[in-house]
């Protein structure tokens, strides 16, 4: 048995206790969040069954659930062929220009949805109903799912290709049974995202005026604030939530794809397009004018056609500066609120941490507008006082916004060494001293992208700032989309273009860590 010699100092054991500071913050940090859920469920109980289910079982919520039904059924899927037809083309073809493509299949991101709708109606003025819906939300959303896509067939072996193929698979075939299969995780995982999406938007279907669960919400509490009514509106909402998340949990499967010998995975030979190169350029070209070229352009008519006069600075300015200080103080909060809960699933991981990490996960997949609603109703009957101020929309943004900052703080601390906190320790710093000294220093590049990324979240949300905002608050997405509901499209047009240049840094954010994650 090897001793210790001279001079060498053992190492000091750091014994974490069952139940840590650090779980009790994320356990606290957890509790508040599930705020919505609990009083979504607490007003069910009160309202009793017979005036529940009179609110649900009527014909007003059956026509909302097949519109959002149809909605969801034939978005998703469009988004992923289209999404799936791009990544491919774009990473393992020999597309001309095909790093250019690439960029431009992710850029929509850019543009907010309710803005990509904007664009439509301004352009169509006749366009609503599901079809404009399904047009416009898979120009929006396709993204979520081509991001993710593109970056596991960079990261693909195409050994297991070329051995299908020596079996004499076709390349169809090929596709099909080895390499579709492989994509299961990101298809699902995107696929979770736009369902997501479709269920929490508001301004885009508004504008092609096609009703849903959360237009009829929002529009029940705006009119008539009728708390039973729109809580049970957002009951069936957070159920239809709760279902994409288990249809999402039940049907990725379980296996592996990783590869497990020696040596390297090698770069795949691009496909030879052959006479169909020409013909596949149409796909990534009209997709980029539809989802960037008719935004782009219908923003620069509206910009051309105001002038100067449109670029009322004494009404930008305060507006441009409350988005920013609501921005960046929510991303703040929210980051701060996220740093015992990531540090725990990476130095301690146990049952307890997977527990309240899923229950943040599945309270941050909530629309904004049935977190809204309960804070609205909370803070009138039982806490007055933050009713309508900073406190109670800086809650909100934390509620709705903690999973991109989880993320983003989870890769950060992985790379700090842990031991580095155990030497802290070691010299008298408590936990939280060590963490903040040591990891979190190590942990800020993580952390500053968690910032960006809830900053830019806060910058283009718009439900719950319209129900939580205090009085005379206006960010650059609650006064477009006061301007547009007065069909005043001219003035609307620099809000527009302020949050489109504010939501590229994310962007690029997302397509770097896409390449990043690929080893590109």
Known sequence: MPHAGAGQALPVPVRRPAFSWAAGLALGVTILALLPLGFILWVGFQTGWPTASALIFRPRVGELLINTSWLVVIVVPLCTLLALALAWLTERSDLPGARWWSGLAAAPLAVPAFVHSYAWVSLIPAMHGLWAAVLVSVLAYFPFIYLPLAAALRRLDPAVEDTAASLGLTPWAVF????????????????????????????????????????AIVDQFQSTFNGPAANMLAGVLVLCCFVLLGLEAGT????????????????????KLGPWMWLCLLLPLVTALLSLGVPLVTLGRWLIAGGLEVWRWNEILPTLGQTMVLAIGGALITVVAAVPMAWLSIRAPGRLQRVIEACNYMVGSLPGVVVALALVTITVRIAMPIYQTVVTIFLAYMMLFLPRALVSLRGGIAQAPVELEYAARSLGRTPAQALWAVTMRLAAPGAAAGVAMVALGITNELTATLLLAPNGTQTLATAFWSLTAEIDYMRAAPYAFLMVLLSLPLTWLLYAQSKKSAGR
């Open 176 to 215: 099909r049974r080895v390499v579709l299969p492989q994509l299961r995780l990101p298809i699902w995982g995107g696929a979770l995202l736009v369902g997501l999406h479709l269920l929490a938007e508001y301004g885009l279907f508004v504008m092609i005026r096609f009703d849903t669960f959360t237009t």
């Open 252 to 271: 990725r499967g379980r296996e592996r794809y990783a590869r497990v010998g020696t040596g390297a995975a090698r770069m795949p030979s691009p496909a």
